[in-house]
């Protein structure tokens, strides 16, 4: 292939009619049905913009491995980002984003990540202290509310070695929830996208105090966290010393702030809604639970792991990876052209739209045997690399995927290690959500503790 061409073997897209409503109404049910309809790719033209959706691995795999040289950041993602943290490095295409996304994954390496897992347990034990206290002593009954507050206090106590007061926890979350809910506006009602995010629409204004709160609630934390005169570690820490030494942009005043409410913002929801479905799994496949519990009794008894030093059960890894799979929480990438180029054997311009479908690569036969089936030891084998991406590849791969997914798996260790999951069959599976995709049918799971 050429510079600028993006057609690996020679694979060309297929001209469709698609109705603009489709698209706006789920962009992510649509691109996987069009490239689907389509054999793979699909092209057709929204508001004099040519799209291009994709459920082929190969090609989707050199999209995301371009470093901005034809594909950038999604309007949506951009406003998305801006109405949450507003303007800086963050919200930025470009070096000074690629440097400070260096430092990100350094910081947060799996090396890295493990030598706070500590914090990890006591923001975990926190949570479930809390919640225990409000339920019988024999059960523990967990929804979506509780896993963002055990992420919430599990992040706060990683990023900054702090803990939250149980006020303090309920005032981030909910501020937090909120704001998640009205980030979901801009593609809900794309016109909110060619607004700026400082123009007075309901939206921008909520979005701006729901931030307002965080910051109330973070700034005290954040400043004591990255003091001089603080000696203990944290992420944050590690985050702001490694942009300093490496010479790169130093973190100063707002963008603390942003890095960490964008982190906030991404970590908390992704983890917990990817252990919502977790749980979803578990509960329709109780056998899978079972052997989790046994597995994790046998290597640890009632003991945190020692993740220095200790393996995880192979069936935790494989149980998280099939649950990605299956229901990614992020099932759309969207991609926006930069610069000319030819994407399956299409002219695309600056500002073209390229939508990749995770959900439709995740679930193809061309990459997965039975891939409709939760089968968590096909992760037991070699797999196709470019036919999964929960965390994206490329430059804009998830920094914190090694931190989600060590929280994640804490707390199914601790809640496999003392409780039996009860049942619930005959669950909905759906999911709705184009940024992050939620369970459409939340659901209350039962823990009753074991004698």
Not at 133 to 150: G, P, T, V
Request: charged share 25%.
């Amino acid at each position: 292939m050429t510079t600028g061409e993006f057609s690996p073997n020679n694979i060309s897209a297929k001209p469709i009619n698609v109705e603009a409503s489709r698209i706006l109404k789920d962009a992510s049910v649509a691109s996987y049905e069009t490239a689907k309809q389509a054999g793979g790719v699909s092209t057709f033209e929204i508001f004099n913009k040519k799209v291009i959706t994709i459920t082929n691995a190969d090609l989707a795999s050199l999209i995301q491995y371009d470093n901005e040289e034809y594909f950038g950041r999604s309007e949506a993602q951009k406003h998305i980002l801006q109405g949450v943290v507003g303007k800086s490095i963050l919200t930025q295409d470009g070096a000074a984003w690629k440097s400070l996304k260096g430092s990100c994954n350094n910081s947060l390496s799996r090396n890295n990540i493990e030598k706070y897992h500590q914090g990890t347990q006591l923001g975990l034990d926190s949570a479930l202290k809390i919640q225990e206290k409000q339920e019988e002593e024999a059960s523990l009954i967990l929804k979506r509310y509780n896993f963002e507050s055990i992420f919430v206090q599990t992040t706060t106590k990683v990023f900054l070695n702090a803990d939250l007061t149980a006020a303090e926890s309920a005032k981030l979350h909910n501020a937090y929830v909120e704001l998640a809910a009205l980030s979901a506006n801009y593609i809900k009602y794309p016109v909110l996208m060619l607004m700026p995010s400082w123009m007075p629409h309901p939206t921008n204004i909520r979005m701006r105090l729901k931030s307002n709160t965080i910051d109330h609630v973070l700034k005290p934390i954040i400043k004591k966290a990255i003091s001089k005169d603080t000696k203990t570690a944290s992420l944050l820490r590690d985050m702001d010393e490694e942009v300093i030494r490496e010479k790169r942009c130093p973190l100063k005043g707002k963008e603390h702030f942003s890095l960490l409410k964008s982190l906030y913002i991404a970590g908390i929801k992704t983890s917990a809604v990817t252990l919502e479905w977790i749980m979803m799994y578990l509960s329709e496949y109780p056998e899978y639970w079972s052997q989790l519990s046994t597995e994790c009794l046998e290597l640890y008894g009632t003991d945190y792991p020692d993740v220095e030093n200790q393996a995880d059960p192979e069936c935790l890894g494989n149980i998280i990876n099939e649950t990605m799979r299956l229901s990614p929480t992020a099932p759309l990438i969207a991609r926006k052209v930069i610069n000319d180029c030819t994407v399956a054997g299409v002219k695309m311009k600056k500002k073209d739209i390229i939508l990749i479908s995770v959900y439709g690569i995740h679930r193809s036969p061309e990459y997965w045997e039975n891939p409709e089936d939760f089968i968590p030891s096909r992760f037991s084998k070699p797999h196709n690399p470019k036919a999964y991406l929960p965390f994206q590849l490329g430059p804009h791969t998830c920094p914190g995927q090694h931190l989600a997914r060590r929280m994640i798996a804490t707390v199914l260790i601790r809640l496999a290690q003392f409780y039996d999951l009860e049942p619930i069959q005959g669950k909905s599976f759906e999911y709705e959500g184009n940024v992050v995709s939620v369970p459409k049918h939340a659901q209350n799971f039962r823990f009753v503790k074991r004698k």
